[in-house]
C-alpha cells in the first residue's frame, strides 16, 4: 500500500516519531515509546483518509492553552535550498496544566493521515490524527486520558518538494540552466508552522533553542543572535560542504516573533560594529547608506523624542536588500528585508514624491521594529494587529519630523515639517474615506499585514492608510507630550494601551466614554460615517447630523466634532470637540448667519462633511474674495474633496463644486490643490467625451492660472511640494491644450533640436512635457524636422505619435506600414504603431484609415498584432457610439471573426458600450452650463 502511494503522491513519506515522557517531581519516568508514521498525500477518490480529517467546524480557532502550553522548544532545521527540502528536527517540552485526551497545535500538513502504534507501549495509545486544513490545527488523540505533569513531545518531519513548501520557498533568480531559492518565513503568516509544529499563538511565550544546518555558500539571518557557526565538510549535503549555526537560546518569546531568512549570494556591507546592517547581493552596483542612514535616523527619533531606545527590544537589526523580493518590504524585530526598486531613488530621474515614498516605507519598517513585538500574558491576541495600527500611525509621523534633502546619495537632515503631515492627510486621509466605501468589505479590526491572498494585495494599503487615519484622529485629541509618553510605557511595560492612556487623561471626562469605547466604535465598524450639517440662520444654530443610507445599523461612531467660523478663525483650538454619537444630533450655536462654518477643523475625524447650500456658497465666496489662507490648508482640500464626492453621489448641485474650486486660480498651495489632481485622475475618462467640454474648460482656467502663478520650470529655491505642484498642473494644463502650456514645451523643444542639438540634457522630470507636448503641433514641415532628428535620436520615435493633428497622424501611419522610411534604424516600428491605434483611434480620420488598412496592419507587425488584438485595441480606445458601430460593421466582413472570437467579440463591444453609458451617467451633472 505504501509503495502505490510513494508512486502517486505528490509528496514524499515523513515520519513522526513521538516520545511521550512525564516529569514526576525532579525525576524523569519514561512513559509512552509510541511509534507514528505520518503519510503526506492528497485526499484519494472516496474520501479513503477522509477520517483523518477534522470538521473544521467543530475546531476553534484558538488552541486550548489553558489545557495544555509549551515551555521550552529545542530545533534543529536542516536546509536544503537548491532542493526546497526542509527537515526538522523538534524536542518539545510542555506542560499539561488540565487532565486531557488530546494534544492540539499548529502545522502545515497534507491531507491524509495513518497511525501505527509500537508493539508493547499500550498504557498511552496514538489512536488517531485529525487535521483541520483551513485552520492549520493538529489534533493527537490519546485513548487515555494524560494527566497532569510536563511531558517531552520529540517530532521528526522531513519534507521533500512538498506543496506547502510554497509558502516559506521563494525564487531568487531564474537562469535557462538554474534556479535559486530562499527560504524565509517572513512573507506568509504564520510560515513558522511549516518550519516546526507549534504553538503559534502570541499569548504564549517559551524558550527557544534553535540550530540551523544549510549550505555554505548561503547565509541565514535571523531575529535571534546567532551564537556560533561551523563549517562541515560533507559532499552528500553539497560540493561546497555545509554550516551549522546555532543561536542564543531565547525566552519569553511568541512564535509569531521567531523569524528566519536562508539566502544565497549575499555579503554585508559594513563590517563595523553597529546596531544597524546592511546586506545586499554581492553583484549589486549600488550602496545602500541611506537605508542605514533612514533607519539610523528614525531610531534617534524614539530615542529623543520618545525616550525608547530600540536597542532594549532587539540588540541589532539586519537589513537585506534583495532585487526581486515578493513584497516592497517586510520584517520582524532585528530583520527587514527590502525590494531593490523600491528603496531607490534618483534625484535626477525620479519625481520627488518617490523619495518620500522611500523614506516612509523604511520608517514604517523601523515603527514596526518598536511595536511588532508587543505582546505580553495581559494582552489579548487582539494586540498583533493593534500594534500594526500603531506602526502604521509612526510610520507616517515619524516622517513629520524630518525631511531628506539628498544628491547622488540621501544626505538626510532633521527638521520639523508641519506641511508634510498636512500632506499626508490630502495624500492618505482623502483619497482612503474613497476607498473605504468602494473596497473595504470588513472592518479594520480584522486587518493587519498578516492577510493571505487578495487579501494581502488589497488590505496592506488600505489597512494602513486608515489606521493612520484614526490613530491620527486619536492623537490630535490628546496633547503630544501625553501621547507619547503613553507609548512609552506601552513599550516598555507591555499592558493595554486604552488603559495607560484613560489613567493619563480620560476622555471620559468630555465624552462620557473612554478611550477604549471611543476607538473600538471605528475600529469595529465598516467604512466611515458623513455629516450632514442643517444652519438656522435666523436661531444663530447649526445641526449636526450623522447620516448615510448604506450604514448598517451596528455602527455605533462616537465622532469628535470641532468646527470654526469666519469670526473665530484666527483663534479655535482643534482640541476643542463636541462629541455625537452617530445616529443623534448635536447643535452648535452663536453663530452669526453672516459667517461661513467648517466643520471638522484640519480634518482630524475620519469622516466626511456636507453643508446646506447658502453655508458652501458663504465659504466659496470668502475663498474667492478674502484672505484664503485664513483657512487652513488642509480644510481648503477638504471642502473641493467633500463637495466633489457630494456632487458625485447627487448630494449636491454641481454649481457649488465648481464655486468651491474657483480659488485654486490664486491658491499656489499643493496641499490645497492635491484632491484637484486627483479629481483630474478619476475624470480623465469623462474628458475623452465631448460631454466634458463645459467642465473643461473651467479645469483649464485653473491649471492656466495657477501655472502662470508658478511658471514652468524649477528654480533652485523650489522646495518639492512646489515642484511637483508646477509637474501636474503643467501636464494636465497641456494635455487639456492650454495654448501657453503648449507653445513653452515647443520652444522648450526647439532649443534643444535646433538651437543646441543636446537632446540628452533634457531634464528626466521635464522630458515627458517638452518631447511629447513640445510636438502636439500642426505644423507639418515642423514635426518632419523633429521626425529626422529621432532617426538618430531615437528616443524621439516614442514621443512623435503625441502630436494630435489628424494629418501628420494619417502621413507617420503611412509612413510607418507603407515604407521602408525606418528600416535603417534598430527599434521595431511595431509598439509605436499600436502606441498610434490606441492614443489617436478616437478620431474619426484615423479610425477610418485604420479600419481601411486593417490587414495591412496586422500583416506588417504580426508580433504587436496577433489575431484580435488590433480590434480589441480599437474598440478599448473608442470614446463614441457612433465609432462603435462603424467598428461592428466592419468586424461583419471579417472571415476570420466567427465562433468564439466572433462571441468574444460581440461581447468586448457590449461592455465597452456599457461602460462608456456608465461614464456618462456618473458625470452627467457636468454635461451643462455652470
Same mark, same amino acid.
Given at each position: 500500500m505504501f509503495n502505490i502511494f510513494s508512486h502517486i503522491c505528490h509528496f514524499i513519506l515523513s515520519f513522526l516519531t513521538v516520545i511521550v515522557s512525564r516529569y514526576m517531581e525532579t525525576k524523569m519516568r519514561l512513559i509512552l515509546l509510541l511509534g507514528v508514521i505520518l503519510i503526506y498525500t492528497v485526499i484519494m477518490?472516496?474520501?479513503?483518509?477522509?477520517?483523518?480529517?477534522?470538521?473544521?467546524?467543530?475546531?476553534?480557532e484558538n488552541l486550548n492553552i489553558s489545557e495544555v502550553i509549551p515551555i521550552r522548544y529545542d530545533v534543529r532545521i536542516i536546509v536544503k535550498p537548491r532542493q526546497r527540502v526542509l527537515s526538522t528536527y523538534l524536542n518539545i517540552l510542555i506542560d499539561v496544566k488540565e487532565p486531557t485526551w488530546n494534544i492540539s497545535l499548529h502545522t502545515t500538513s497534507t491531507r491524509g493521515y495513518e497511525a501505527d502504534a509500537a508493539p508493547g507501549d499500550e498504557q498511552y495509545k496514538l489512536f488517531e490524527f485529525q487535521y483541520c486544513i483551513k485552520k492549520e490545527i493538529l489534533i493527537l488523540k490519546f485513548n487515555v486520558k494524560l494527566t497532569k505533569g510536563q511531558y517531552r513531545l520529540i517530532l521528526v518531519i522531513r519534507s521533500v518538494l512538498n506543496n506547502n513548501v510554497q509558502n516559506i520557498f521563494y525564487p531568487t533568480t531564474w537562469t535557462t540552466n538554474n534556479q535559486t531559492w530562499l527560504l524565509t518565513n517572513l512573507y506568509t503568516p504564520h510560515a513558522i508552522r511549516s518550519f516546526f509544529p507549534c504553538w503559534d499563538?502570541?499569548?504564549?511565550?517559551?524558550?527557544?533553542?534553535?540550530?540551523?544546518?544549510?549550505?555554505?555558500?548561503?547565509?541565514?539571518?535571523?531575529?535571534?543572535?546567532?551564537?556560533?557557526?561551523?563549517?562541515?565538510?560533507?559532499?552528500?549535503?553539497?560540493?561546497?560542504?555545509?554550516?551549522?549555526t546555532q543561536f542564543k537560546e531565547f525566552i519569553s518569546t511568541p512564535t509569531h516573533l521567531v523569524a528566519f531568512l536562508v539566502v544565497g549570494d549575499i555579503t554585508i556591507d559594513f563590517e563595523s560594529q553597529g546596531f544597524h546592517y546592511i546586506w545586499h547581493k554581492t553583484d549589486a552596483d549600488k550602496k545602500f547608506t541611506h537605508v542605514l542612514e533612514i533607519a539610523e535616523m528614525t531610531t534617534a527619533y524614539f530615542n529623543a523624542y520618545m525616550k525608547i531606545n530600540i536597542s532594549d527590544i532587539t540588540p541589532t537589526i539586519n537589513h537585506v536588500v534583495l532585487p526581486n523580493s515578493p513584497m516592497k518590504s517586510m520584517g520582524a524585530p532585528g530583520l527587514v528585508v527590502y525590494r531593490e526598486s523600491n528603496i531607490m531613488f534618483d534625484k535626477a530621474l525620479d519625481f520627488p514624491s518617490q523619495s518620500i515614498d522611500v523614506i516612509m516605507l523604511i520608517t514604517y519598517e523601523m515603527a514596526r521594529q518598536l511595536f511588532v513585538g508587543i505582546v505580553g500574558p495581559e494582552l489579548s491576541a487582539?494586540?498583533?494587529?493593534?500594534?500594526?495600527?500603531?506602526?502604521?500611525?509612526?510610520?507616517?509621523?515619524?516622517?513629520?519630523?524630518?525631511?531628506?534633502?539628498?544628491?547622488?546619495?540621501?544626505?538626510?537632515?532633521?527638521?520639523?515639517?508641519?506641511?508634510?503631515?498636512?500632506?499626508?492627510?490630502?495624500?492618505?486621509?482623502?483619497?482612503?474615506?474613497?476607498?473605504?466605501?468602494?473596497?473595504?468589505?470588513?472592518?479594520?479590526?480584522?486587518?493587519?499585514?498578516?492577510?493571505?491572498?487578495?487579501?494581502?494585495?488589497?488590505?496592506?494599503?488600505?489597512?494602513?492608510?486608515?489606521?493612520?487615519?484614526?490613530?491620527?484622529?486619536?492623537?490630535?485629541?490628546?496633547?503630544?507630550?501625553?501621547?507619547?509618553?503613553a507609548i512609552r510605557i506601552y513599550v516598555y511595560e507591555r499592558v493595554d494601551v486604552w488603559i495607560i492612556l484613560e489613567n493619563l487623561y480620560s476622555l471620559k471626562?468630555?465624552?462620557?466614554?473612554?478611550?477604549?469605547?471611543?476607538?473600538?466604535?471605528?475600529?469595529?465598524?465598516?467604512?466611515?460615517?458623513?455629516? !450632514? $450639517?442643517?444652519?438656522? +440662520?435666523?436661531?444663530? *444654530?447649526?445641526?449636526?447630523?450623522?447620516?448615510?443610507? %448604506?450604514i448598517d445599523d451596528n455602527s455605533k461612531w462616537i465622532i469628535p466634532v470641532n468646527y470654526f467660523t469666519e469670526s473665530n478663525y484666527a483663534s479655535y483650538n482643534i482640541s476643542e470637540v463636541l462629541w455625537l454619537n452617530w445616529g443623534k444630533i448635536k447643535h452648535i450655536t452663536a453663530i452669526s448667519s453672516d459667517d461661513f462654518l467648517i466643520v471638522n477643523t484640519e480634518q482630524i475625524g475620519y469622516y466626511r462633511v456636507n453643508y446646506d447650500n447658502r453655508n458652501w456658497l458663504l465659504i466659496s465666496n470668502y475663498l474667492q474674495k478674502n484672505n484664503f489662507?485664513?483657512?487652513?490648508?488642509?480644510?481648503?482640500?477638504? !471642502? $473641493?474633496?467633500?463637495? +466633489?464626492?457630494?456632487? *458625485?453621489?447627487?448630494?449636491?448641485?454641481?454649481?457649488? %463644486?465648481?464655486?468651491?474650486?474657483?480659488?485654486?486660480k490664486k491658491d499656489t498651495d499643493f496641499v490645497a490643490w492635491y484632491p484637484m489632481l486627483n479629481i483630474l485622475t478619476y475624470m480623465s475618462t469623462?474628458?475623452?467625451?465631448?460631454?466634458?467640454?463645459?467642465?473643461?474648460?473651467?479645469?483649464?482656467?485653473?491649471?492656466?492660472?495657477?501655472?502662470?502663478?508658478?511658471?514652468?520650470?524649477?528654480?533652485?529655491?523650489?522646495?518639492?511640494?512646489?515642484?511637483?505642484?508646477?509637474?501636474?498642473?503643467?501636464?494636465?494644463?497641456?494635455?487639456?491644450?492650454?495654448?501657453?502650456?503648449?507653445?513653452?514645451?515647443?520652444?522648450?523643444?526647439? +532649443?534643444?533640436?535646433?538651437?543646441?542639438n543636446e537632446l540628452y540634457k533634457i531634464p528626466a522630470t521635464s522630458k515627458e512635457w517638452i518631447l511629447c507636448d513640445g510636438v502636439k503641433i500642426d505644423d507639418l514641415n515642423t514635426w518632419e524636422m523633429i521626425l529626422n532628428k529621432s532617426m538618430h535620436y531615437t528616443e524621439l520615435l516614442e514621443y512623435l505619435p503625441c502630436t494630435e493633428n489628424s494629418t501628420i497622424i494619417l502621413y507617420f501611419l503611412k509612413l510607418i506600414i507603407r515604407t521602408t522610411h525606418f528600416s535603417g534604424i534598430k527599434q521595431s516600428m511595431g509598439p509605436i504603431c499600436r502606441n498610434i491605434v490606441k492614443k489617436h483611434v478616437r478620431r474619426s480620420p484615423v479610425l477610418e484609415f485604420v479600419i481601411d488598412n486593417f490587414g495591412i496592419i496586422q500583416n506588417?507587425?504580426?508580433?504587436?498584432?496577433?489575431?484580435?488584438?488590433?480590434?480589441?485595441?480599437?474598440?478599448?480606445?473608442?470614446?463614441?457610439?457612433?465609432?462603435?458601430?462603424?467598428?461592428?460593421?466592419?468586424?461583419?466582413?471579417?472571415?476570420?471573426?466567427?465562433?468564439?472570437?466572433?462571441?468574444?467579440?460581440?461581447?468586448?463591444?457590449?461592455?465597452?458600450?456599457?461602460?462608456?453609458?456608465?461614464?456618462?451617467?456618473?458625470?452627467?451633472?457636468?454635461?451643462?452650463?455652470?
Open positions: 477518490a472516496g474520501g479513503m483518509y477522509s477520517k483523518n480529517i477534522t470538521d473544521c467546524s467543530r475546531v476553534s499563538d502570541p499569548r504564549v511565550r517559551a524558550s527557544y533553542n534553535i540550530s540551523i544546518q544549510f549550505p555554505a555558500d548561503y547565509t541565514v539571518l535571523s531575529t535571534v543572535p546567532e551564537k556560533l557557526s561551523s563549517y562541515i565538510q560533507d559532499l552528500l549535503f553539497t560540493q561546497s560542504g555545509i554550516k551549522l487582539n494586540y498583533v494587529w493593534l500594534n500594526e495600527i500603531f506602526a502604521s500611525f509612526y510610520g507616517y509621523h515619524i516622517i513629520s519630523s524630518f525631511i531628506s534633502f539628498y544628491g547622488q546619495h540621501m544626505i538626510n537632515k532633521i527638521r520639523t515639517s508641519e506641511r508634510l503631515m498636512e500632506l499626508f492627510v490630502v495624500k492618505i486621509i482623502q483619497p482612503t474615506l474613497d476607498s473605504d466605501v468602494l473596497l473595504e468589505r470588513e472592518p479594520i479590526i480584522y486587518k493587519a499585514k498578516v492577510s493571505n491572498g487578495i487579501d494581502g494585495l488589497l488590505y496592506p494599503l488600505l489597512y494602513h492608510k486608515k489606521a493612520y487615519a484614526l490613530i491620527r484622529m486619536l492623537f490630535k485629541l490628546y496633547n503630544p507630550k501625553t501621547f507619547k509618553d471626562f468630555e465624552s462620557d466614554y473612554t478611550v477604549k469605547e471611543f476607538m473600538n466604535s471605528w475600529l469595529a465598524a465598516k467604512h466611515h460615517p458623513e455629516l !450632514l $450639517i442643517q444652519r438656522d +440662520y435666523e436661531k444663530w *444654530t447649526a445641526a449636526c447630523i450623522s447620516s448615510r443610507t %448604506f489662507s485664513h483657512i487652513p490648508p488642509i480644510n481648503r482640500a477638504q !471642502l $473641493i474633496n467633500d463637495a +466633489y464626492y457630494f456632487t *458625485t453621489m447627487n448630494q449636491l448641485p454641481a454649481y457649488i %463644486f465648481v464655486n468651491i474650486t474657483k480659488h485654486l469623462y474628458f475623452e467625451l465631448s460631454e466634458s467640454n463645459r467642465i473643461k474648460e473651467h479645469f483649464v482656467e485653473l491649471l492656466g492660472e495657477t501655472i502662470r502663478i508658478i511658471e514652468y520650470e524649477d528654480r533652485s529655491w523650489d522646495n518639492n511640494m512646489r515642484k511637483s505642484l508646477r509637474y501636474l498642473t503643467r501636464k494636465w494644463a497641456c494635455k487639456f491644450g492650454h495654448a501657453v502650456c503648449r507653445n513653452t514645451a515647443y520652444n522648450r523643444l526647439m +532649443y534643444y533640436t535646433t538651437d543646441k506588417r507587425f504580426q508580433q504587436d498584432f496577433p489575431p484580435g488584438v488590433l480590434l480589441s485595441d480599437i474598440i478599448m480606445n473608442i470614446y463614441s457610439m457612433d465609432d462603435l458601430n462603424m467598428i461592428e460593421e466592419h468586424a461583419s466582413k471579417c472571415t476570420w471573426l466567427v465562433g468564439n472570437a466572433s462571441t468574444s467579440f460581440k461581447l468586448l463591444i457590449k461592455l465597452r458600450r456599457a461602460y462608456l453609458r456608465k461614464v456618462l451617467s456618473k458625470f452627467q451633472m457636468f454635461h451643462n452650463p455652470l
